[in-house]
């Protein structure tokens, strides 16, 4: 089938991404306009100037929350709803290539945001700048949507509700091919209670990945290492200081991770009284789904629920646990907060509910949902059936609103791990994709 893809779109798709990399965009303190720190306002900038370049008109929020670029005339408006902030690099160490500044070898691209979600931000762009270069003439307004807290709570797009109308119609190249017409709801939160001085424990990163390294600092670091021997768990020792190693990935998908908050908890527990201990590396352990403290949570339409104690930090004054939850579309979301403040009451912790978002459903047989369908089964062949993933992106934030794209299902998901990475071939499939969805969609074609 044809496309509307040029060299010449491929390759300043390219440059733009490797722009955007260069700029590391993760949550850091506010400083004057800039409410997630100066580094994510700069990279709201440069994209605004990226698409600016091409032609769109642009607009910054003038507190810094969000920004948004448009081009096309009609009553209507499309959406694309991007974010362009990203978790932290994490153990530079793991990565092959300097997490901020983009590196192609061998027909891939490497850099932290190359899947999630600069590079389909990219894709998307040069995928509605192919249409026009075409001629193709719009029936609709497109707006691209900036978001600058995504990995965190969402408050860019709390702020742009308050001052923005919605949209029409909409996606977020932000998830899985072939389109995600469900998403399952999240709910974050954080169980406390005493401290010690015994030792430290600092673990993870961010609530939406799977801690990769857990440290402990304490006297008994000769005893924890026997026990992480013992348990064949691989760690790294130095003086009093030990860092287990895990394997990060994105919480939706923590079953295939590995936490290593939980595997030094376990290692620890034979050595420390400790009721945070007791949970982590007693009772959950390598429970990816909550069935050691919720029991079996899952429905037909959904599948399992999915758990990941993502942080952990235990310092004199505190102990601190936090929890990213994936929870199946029909399950009653505050009878299982319930059930898990209680069950933490059992370990002297105080439940606090830090993030929910709402499940996300856009009927099948949806204009949106079937256009978009049709258009990537025509470009690819691939007759897979739409989804519901565990994944929360910015469509649910929308009426009328799913993920699209842009990860295939042969796709390795690197996002929030080392050496992110995104092939060049992949890229350009899923520019050509946006872009004759988008023409079916916003066009008298």
Not at 68 to 93: M, N, R
Not at 134 to 159: H, P, S, Y
Request: charged share 25%.
């Amino acid at each position: 089938m044809k496309t509307f893809i040029q060299e010449t779109h491929k390759k300043q798709a390219l440059v733009s991404l490797e722009r955007l990399i260069k700029v590391p965009s993760y949550l850091q303190d506010a400083t004057e306009n800039a409410p997630f720190g100066q580094d994510i306002l700069d990279s709201l900038k440069e994209c605004l100037d990226l698409f600016k370049e091409e032609g769109f008109s642009t607009f910054i929020d003038p507190e810094g929350y969000y920004g948004y670029a448009e081009i096309g005339e009609g009553k209507e408006t499309f959406g694309i709803l991007c974010h362009l902030d990203v978790v932290p690099a994490g153990d530079v160490s793991l990565w092959n290539t300097p997490p901020f500044e983009a590196t192609v070898k061998d027909n891939v691209i490497y850099g932290r945001g190359v899947q999630d979600d600069k590079g389909p931000t990219i894709a998307a762009l040069y995928a509605v700048k192919s249409l026009l270069d075409a001629g193709v003439v719009l029936n609709k307004k497109i707006r691209f949507i900036f978001g600058t807290d995504e990995e965190n709570l969402w408050r860019c797009m709390d702020q742009y509700h308050k001052k923005e109308k919605g949209i029409d119609m909409g996606i977020a190249p932000d998830a899985n091919f072939p389109v995600i017409y469900a998403e399952k709801g999240l709910l974050q939160a954080y169980l406390t209670g005493k401290g010690t001085s015994d030792f430290t424990f600092e673990g993870g990163s961010a609530l939406n990945v799977v801690a990769d390294t857990a440290t402990y600092t304490g006297d008994k670091a000769e005893e924890v290492a026997e026990s992480l021997k013992a348990l064949n768990y691989d760690f790294s020792q130095d003086g009093n200081k030990i860092s287990v190693k895990g394997k990060a990935i994105h919480s939706k998908d923590a079953p295939e991770g590995i936490n290593a908050n939980t595997r030094l908890a376990e290692a620890m527990l034979p050595h420390y009284n400790h009721p945070a201990l007791e949970l982590l590396g007693g009772v959950i352990k390598n429970d990816a789904n909550g069935v050691s403290l919720l029991g079996e949570v899952k429905d037909e339409a959904s599948g399992a629920l999915t758990f990941n104690a993502a942080t952990v930090s235990i310092t004199p004054e505190l102990s601190k646990i936090g929890l990213d939850i994936r929870i199946p579309v029909t399950i009653d979301k505050e009878k299982l907060a319930n059930d898990l403040a209680k069950k933490a009451t059992e370990f002297d912790l105080t439940y606090e509910e830090f993030d929910f978002l709402d499940s996300l459903y856009v009927p099948v047989d949806s204009e949106l949902v079937t256009t978009l369908l049709g258009a990537y089964r025509d470009m690819t062949g691939d007759m897979r059936e739409p989804m519901i993933s565990g994944g929360a992106t910015f469509a649910r934030t929308m009426d009328n609103c799913v993920a699209f794209g842009a990860m295939f299902e042969k796709t390795k998901d690197t996002m929030h791990q080392a050496n992110e990475a995104w092939p060049l071939d992949e890229m350009e499939q899923t520019m050509a994709i946006y872009a004759e969805a988008i023409y079916r969609l916003c066009s008298d074609n």
